[in-house]
T-cell receptor, first 114, second 114 residues
Framework: GEDVEQSLFLSVREGDSSVINCTYT??????LYWYKQEPGAGLQLLTY?????DMKQDQRLTVLLNKKDKHLSLRIADTQTGDSAIYFC??????????????FGTGTLLAVQP | DAGVIQSPRHEVTEMGQEVTLRCKPI?????LFWYRQTMMRGLELLIY????????DSGMPEDRFSAKMPNASFSTLKIQPSEPRDSAVYFC????????????FGPGTRLTVT
């Protein structure tokens, strides 16, 4: 079935690196995404990776994709207190039409300690 | 670009009342999604439209919920009659069918039914 799993909570100290992990189920997913949700706000797209890539780097963010294990990770370098938020991974599913549904994980609450 | 616009941002209503949530997608986007977020159930896809046509409403909880998209720049989600268990944050998201399938979320409507 469709299921995207994440650990619920991660605590790091300011300046350290954070690694948020995600496992997904659909090997045919074409894209995988990371979203950030700050308190009282909507989900903000951080980055995405095409399924034929292993890694994507965007400033402090590094996404690693292991298709064999269906494992996705988001590394945040030099984590700041402003990075404290809930992080969602999502996989795309084709439903036979032109529109892809996204299946979201449960979210990982990242707490950055000063 | 103004992003996805939702109104109202907050709604407090009494059980049994009708509630209408509104969404304006990003100009040029031709797919629109309604989600509900609660602590217990996480982020749930309720319904989505492609070119103003409802594609999949299997996530709509029950007949009290209905959604329309009369044109490319406007959608409504209606709950009639509302119940306390409908209390949640409702998000609207839009995307273009070209590209990486990424969805862009509005700020959400926090609904409280007493």
């Amino acid at each position: 079935g469709e299921d995207v799993e994440q650990s619920l909570f991660l605590s790091v100290r300011e300046g350290d690196s954070s690694v948020i992990n995600c496992t997904y189920t659909d090997s045919s997913s074409t894209y995988l995404y990371w979203y950030k949700q700050e308190p009282g706000a909507g989900l903000q797209l951080l980055t995405y990776i095409f399924s034929n890539m292993d890694m994507k780097q965007d400033q402090r963010l590094t996404v690693l994709l292991n298709k064999k294990d269906k494992h996705l990770s988001l590394r945040i370098a030099d984590t700041q207190t402003g990075d404290s938020a809930i992080y969602f991974c999502a996989e795309s599913l084709r439903d036979g039409g032109a529109t892809n549904k996204l299946i979201f994980g449960t979210g990982t609450l990242l707490a950055v300690q000063p | 670009d103004a992003g996805v616009i939702q109104s109202p941002r907050h709604e407090v209503t009494e059980m049994g009342q009708e509630v209408t949530l509104r969404c304006k997608p990003i100009s040029g986007h031709n797919s629109l999604f309604w989600y509900r977020q609660t602590m217990m159930r996480g982020l749930e896809l309720l319904i989505y439209f492609n070119n103003n046509v409802p594609i999949d409403d299997s996530g709509m909880p029950e007949d009290r919920f209905s959604a329309k998209m009369p044109n490319a720049s406007f959608s409504t989600l209606k709950i009639q009659p509302s119940e306390p268990r409908d209390s949640a944050v409702y998000f609207c998201a839009s995307r273009h069918t070209r590209g990486a399938g990424e969805q862009y979320f509005g700020p959400g409507t926090r609904l409280t039914v007493t």
